[in-house]
């Protein structure tokens, strides 16, 4: 070869070398303000920084390589137009911009942002100067020829005893630190601890320093990598596959005031129907129509609570989506008003797959109206999944969902279903585990293929299911389910784990994958009691069905060949024990429900980590299988077959063991007793715990009187309780109640003051009033001035009072001495 070609050719390798380097900003040359809280800086190789102050503690970062246009400002993480979004953020009350000589300084109420002009790197700051946040590399990139898009990634230093939450539902250690971790949505049965991806696509997460808070919520569907100071200690780093590299930090300090902040930015779902928070039992699955029956009627007569049944996809023609099965279920509105009759609603699962069939309706109308998703090329995109060969909807594109919505009337307004569940939406197909690269997306108006979609394929189903529940459920309020979503996909649907298997490890797992579900806004969570494959025994059953009453989406579901899995499946005394802990869930529902409206109003998560609990005692960060439900409860599950007790961290502060009503000091390591017939249970002292009589579903009865556990504090507590009557929409116009309960305890006296707040009138008339822990005897009681005689006692330190609904104080007046020593 001659040299001139040598020459040629070595340099033709030198430039496609480079062009597959990392590629860094380079200097600031310019900064702009653009909008009155959007600042723009560009850097001299054509860089782009587009900083905006979204409120007052929450600033968002878009990076654009040189010579990228900024794409729309579209999220569908974000509530859209056409969504309510009472929780948007309110725009910073205080902003201050200035140039210095090295850098650029922006400042809100509560951040200070500095951008660094040699480097485009940033910092985040609170007004003490203390640095919460700093890059390390900050904002690269890597140019991919097959795709044509840019890798984008970015780096931020780990400071010194950093850890690290969120992400949804990986299977791993609570703390992320020293982990690598990958957003991909993935069918991934019989997954085991560690497996990554799952079926979900959070890419949120919490960092922890030194007491203090904040959030990374990086906004980007494409195929996401996240580095928690796996590859280099120093360094945590956040990335994708394509588009930009836009990314949300959102300031604490406490971690509770991030999970709020991130949930009522991506949006807090609406409140649920009341029985949606009660028990659900499933299998893979319950056909013809008789057995489904025989399980409804086996529920019944043990005496065990159940409001929800549930068809997989026997129930269907062929597995033909929206269709039944003319032998197994030759009347599905019979079926469906009987079941009613005896208080159970029905939720029917629903595929994305529709089969190919020219015969068939759904199939006709997709085709006829373009509604399948294609290949690059034009052909439309052909998998298999249940049915056969099928074609898939493009969900990214609003005709589309709106046509899947109107695929309802047939199952909801005409048959009476109550609910559906979707499944398989990843997307998964059998021949290759999800779709090829090549698919088009109309991705509302930004056309995409499937490496930019396939993370929100599940969410996008999901929502336009929930719109069609919405509409032919009404007046009813909606109830879905799905597999796979993605950042803000909690406003459509609730969750659950996916396909677990029946272990003792499972059952660990489960506990941690929904307390990182609930924290990554994904408060209505739960997973398959007992496990979906495999046949547990009866302990690990009660166990499970212990934890899952402290769930909030309570839900036995297994696979029909490993076995049955009824509550009574495994003899006694197991069916009893579940019966006694399912019970206990329907007692609990007063609280269920107040701590899910906080969710839905506050963005406040149903489950805590302990972290969350006390962020400031380091004995936290490491901790995962105690966790806080609601305000007032700490619940920690057995996960050891044969075990009679556990030993757990008790958050500092004074608690109740539920049981027995010890009194016991946290900040340290507590023996819980619990055979099976407990799960350790503590009460937070000062606490007002609400619960109702027992019921067989929600609705059979009127609840004629709530009883008020009332646990003694020396010192000051505050506790609320919300009613809507659980059912419609009346809540949304006012129709609704808010009692604020406030307990002041000293060793001399006890005050019980209530302050309500709507007009909603429940439908009991009185509380019973039970007082436990007090430091000595009742001398007198009065409730609002008129003085009370004690009723009857649950045991000898439980004295109780029946008390008018409507009461503004109580006064006890202590005399004598009790025991109250703390253990």
Not at 58 to 69: C, E, K, N, Q, V
Not at 264 to 270: E, N, Q, R, V
Not at 478 to 495: K, L, N
């Amino acid at each position: 070869m001659p040299n001139f070609l040598q020459e040629n050719n070595y340099m033709l390798n030198d430039l496609a070398a480079h062009g597959q380097r990392e590629q860094r900003p380079g200097p600031v040359a310019h900064a702009a303000q653009t909008t009155d809280f959007s600042f723009t800086f560009t850097t001299q190789n054509g860089t782009r920084l587009l900083l905006h102050a979204v409120a007052d503690g929450i600033l968002r970062f878009r990076y654009l390589p040189p010579g990228a246009p900024a794409e729309p400002d579209f999220s569908y993480a974000l509530p859209g137009p056409d969504e309510p979004y009472p929780t948007r953020p309110s725009v910073p009350t205080f902003l201050n911009f200035k140039e210095e000589a090295d850098q650029y300084r922006l400042a809100t109420a509560q951040l200070v942002c500095v951008v660094e002009k040699a480097t485009l790197r940033t910092r985040v700051l609170d007004h003490a100067g203390t640095v919460l946040s700093a890059d390390e590399k900050g904002f690269h990139w890597r140019y991919d020829d097959d795709t044509g898009n840019d890798h984008v990634q970015l780096s931020h230093h780990v400071p010194a005893g950093a850890a690290y939450y969120g992400l949804g539902d990986k299977p791993t250690s609570l703390n992320l630190r020293g982990q690598r971790l990958v957003n991909w949505g993935s069918d991934t049965y019989g997954y085991e601890r560690g497996r990554d991806p799952l079926y979900k696509n959070i890419p949120f997460y919490y960092v922890l320093h030194q007491g203090r808070a904040h959030g990374i919520f990086f906004d980007n569907t494409f195929k996401a990598h996240f580095d928690f100071a796996a590859e280099r200690p120093d360094a945590t780093s956040f990335g994708a596959e394509g588009g930009e590299l836009n990314y949300y930090f959102i300031a604490g300090p406490a971690l509770l005031d991030v999970a709020e902040a991130y949930t009522c930015l991506t949006g807090p779902p609406p409140l649920p129907p009341l029985w949606a928070l009660g028990y659900h039992q499933c299998k893979w699955s319950y056909f013809p129509d008789s057995n489904l029956r025989e399980i409804a009627q086996g529920l019944r007569a043990r005496r065990i609570p159940c409001d929800a049944m549930y068809l997989d996809i026997d129930y269907m023609d062929g597995y033909r989506c929206f269709t039944w099965h003319p032998e197994h279920f030759p009347e599905p509105r019979r079926l469906v008003r009987e079941l009613a009759e005896d208080g159970f609603k029905l939720v029917v699962i629903i595929d994305p797959g529709i089969k190919i069939d020219p015969d068939y309706a759904v199939y006709q109308e997709g085709v006829e109206n373009d509604y399948f998703c294609r290949r690059a090329d034009g052909p439309l995109m052909r998998g298999s999944v249940w049915p056969g060969p099928c074609h898939f909807p493009d969900y990214t594109r609003p005709e589309v969902r709106a046509w899947w919505a109107g695929l309802f009337e047939g199952l909801m307004q005409d048959v009476g279903v109550r609910g559906i569940w979707t499944d398989m939406n990843e997307p998964a197909v059998f021949e290759r585990g999800t779709f090829p690269d090549d698919v088009r997306f109309g991705y509302d108006g930004q056309p995409g293929s499937h490496r930019k979609a396939h993370n929100i394929y599940g969410m996008q189903m999901a929502r336009a299911t929930a719109a069609g529940a919405a509409r032919f459920g009404h007046p009813n309020r909606p109830f879905a389910i799905t597999r796979s979503t993605y950042a803000g996909g909690q406003r459509h649907a609730c969750v659950w784990t996916g396909d677990n298997v029946a272990t003792w490890e499972h059952l660990a797992l489960a506990n941690v994958q929904c307390q990182r579900l609930s924290i990554s806004g994904f408060s209505f969570a739960g997973s398959d009691i007992g496990g979906f494959i495999g046949t547990p025994g009866g302990e690990l059953y009660a166990r499970w069905v212990a934890l899952g009453a402290f769930h909030p989406f309570f839900r036995t579901h297994s696979s029909g060949d490993h076995g049955d899995q009824e509550p009574w499946s495994f003899g006694e005394p197991f069916t009893s024990l579940a019966r006694q802990f399912i019970e206990l869930r329907y007692q609990l529902l007063p609280y269920v429900y107040t701590a899910f409206w906080q969710y839905s109003t506050r963005g406040t998560p149903m489950l805590r980590p302990l972290t969350f609990l006390d962020q400031h005692d380091p004995e936290t960060y490491l901790r995962q299988a105690e966790f806080g439900f609601g305000d007032n409860l700490l619940v920690c599950p057995v996960t050891q077959a044969g075990a009679e007790g556990r030993w757990l961290y008790l958050p500092r502060g004074e608690w109740y063991y539920y049981w027995d009503d010890a009194p016991t000091a946290g900040g340290r390591e507590v023996w819980a007793a619990a055979d099976l017939t407990r799960i350790p249970l503590y009460v937070r002292a000062g606490a007002v715990l609400p619960m109702q009589p027992v019921l067989q579903y929600v609705g059979e009865k009127p609840v004629e009187e709530l009883t008020l556990h009332v646990y003694f504090k020396n010192g000051t507590h505050q506790s609320v309780l919300y009613d809507d009557g659980g059912e419609g929409y009346g809540y949304q116009q006012g129709q609704q109640s808010v009692r604020r309960f406030t307990v002041v305890g000293d060793e001399n006296s006890l005050l019980i003051s209530q302050e309500i707040e709507g007009d909603y009138q429940p439908s009991y008339a009185t509380y019973r009033v039970v007082m436990h822990g007090l430091p000595a005897a009742i001398g007198t009681a009065t409730a609002d001035g008129q003085p009370q005689v004690l009723v009857e006692y649950f045991a000898p330190a439980a004295p109780t009072l029946v008390i008018a609904v409507n009461f503004e104080e109580i006064c006890i007046e202590l005399t004598g001495s009790n025991s109250h020593d703390l253990k």
